[in-house]
């Protein structure tokens, strides 16, 4: 009977990790992450994860978002740069991105405020999570462009709106225009600005991929987050194919083989008589010699000479 209950609780036991594993497989989601750190700068920028359950909780969330993203990009993944635990109302951030600095972080999520890092993701959200800079009176401000990403040819018009989130009177957050913000492009600071109503219009002329962010000389903007694909982006080049040599002829083998191996003898006779003065001399002050001193050196010089004398010997024979 006891044989019995312990067979069936580590059955049991074993379907749920089966069915564990089971969801962590089928329920995995695709998010796209950009991470903006306490210098402000963009670190992770529309990145695609496939996000499964990492903190076994049963389902998929923000947490398991942020530790995958970490575990991608960041040196030493997310046990160097992500720590959360649960609270009473949720899971509570701790660690983002290397830096530990009290709870002050912001996360958004499809540029809505998150409520905790438990809520729940599905595929295709977009999360964007950040350290404030300003830890005295927290002016910073999240901000966001109208689209997170997209293709576009060289030179067309790329339109953008751009609004910060800012709070009612009750209390409630509410988007507004950003006004005079100046665009950036892969960090470079360019002409376009954004009008009253937060748009603008760029172009880029020139192929490839583009981080397009904004900065305010009024606000302290949470570095918003648009990648832009321009024409044909080139993801890795070829190796350089190597010239193709002639393979050498029987006769020009066998006389550099017989060249090597004179040189060889020569050279392992000289070392071999350099040697052993030199291991007499050294035997007398010391009588444990290490690996890589000069006595082993000369016995591989004389088995080198033997070695040399048999592929001359056998190659005349064969000839």
Do not use: C
Not at 272 to 289: I, N, Q, R
């Amino acid at each position: 009977m006891k044989k019995l209950i312990t067979f069936t609780a580590a059955a049991i036991m074993a379907a749920s990790l089966a069915g564990t594993n089971a969801f962590a497989e089928d329920n995995a989601v695709n998010v796209k992450v950009s991470i903006v750190d306490d210098k402000g700068a963009i670190v992770v920028a529309q990145e695609e994860v496939s996000v499964s359950d990492a903190d076994n909780d049963g389902k998929l969330t923000i947490n398991d978002a942020f530790i995958t993203t970490h575990d991608k990009f960041f040196e030493g993944g997310a046990e160097a740069g992500y720590a959360s635990h649960a609270v009473d109302t949720g899971v509570w951030l701790d660690k983002l991105w290397g830096v530990e600095n009290g709870g002050s972080y912001g996360f958004y999520l499809n540029n809505n405020m998150a409520m905790s890092l438990n809520d729940e993701i599905k595929n295709d959200d977009y999360l964007n999570g950040y350290i404030y800079t300003d830890t005295k009176t927290y002016s910073d401000t999240y901000s966001f462009f109208d689209v997170a990403d997209h293709k576009y040819d060289a030179g067309s018009d790329i339109l953008l709106n751009l609004q910060h989130i800012s709070f009612g009177p009750d209390g409630n957050p509410v988007s507004e225009a950003v006004e005079g913000a100046v665009i950036t492009l892969n960090g470079e600071t360019t002409d376009f600005v954004t009008d009253k109503d937060g748009n603008v219009t760029i172009k880029i002329d020139n192929d490839g991929k583009y981080i397009i962010s904004a900065k305010s000389e009024t606000l302290n903007l949470v570095a918003p987050v648009s990648v832009a694909v321009v024409g044909e982006v080139q993801e890795a080049t070829e190796a350089p194919t190597e010239p193709e040599t002639e393979a050498p002829t029987e006769a020009e083998t066998t006389e550099a083989t017989t060249e090597a191996a004179m040189t060889t003898t020569t050279t392992a006779k000289t070392t071999a008589k350099t040697t052993a003065k030199t291991t007499a001399k050294t035997t007398s002050k010391s009588s444990s010699p290490k690996t890589g001193d000069n006595g082993v050196g000369a016995v591989m010089a004389v088995i080198g000479v033997s070695s040399a004398a048999f592929l001359v010997s056998r190659r005349r024979n064969e000839e």
